[in-house]
């Protein structure tokens, strides 16, 4: 009876331990490289300046072409209007 309550403990630890280091390793991991997509954000959501504010969360107008957001490099040409560059 002993080595089955040690068998299951022993399992349980070991599972325990592999979801800690695993929840290391992601933490470790190093983020992905980031670019700015202009024309795809929607109003008020905008990460940064446009070209008539100087804050986040500032622009007016969905889609606005000088808004943009941060998101994973490569992304933005994947998005329907996104630019890499301002529009006017």
Known sequence: MKSKK????????????LGAA???GQ???AP??????YGVVKAGKNDCQT???ACAGTSTKDS???AWIYIPKGSCD????GSTEPKS
């Open 64 to 66: 606005q072409g000088d």
């Open 51 to 53: 070209n008539t504010t």
């Open 22 to 24: 695993a929840a290391a």
């Open 27 to 29: 933490a470790m991991a």
């Open 32 to 37: 992905p490289p980031m670019e700015k997509c």
């Open 6 to 17: 040690h068998v299951v403990t022993t399992a349980i630890s070991g599972l325990i331990a």
């Open 78 to 81: 994947k998005i329907v209007g």
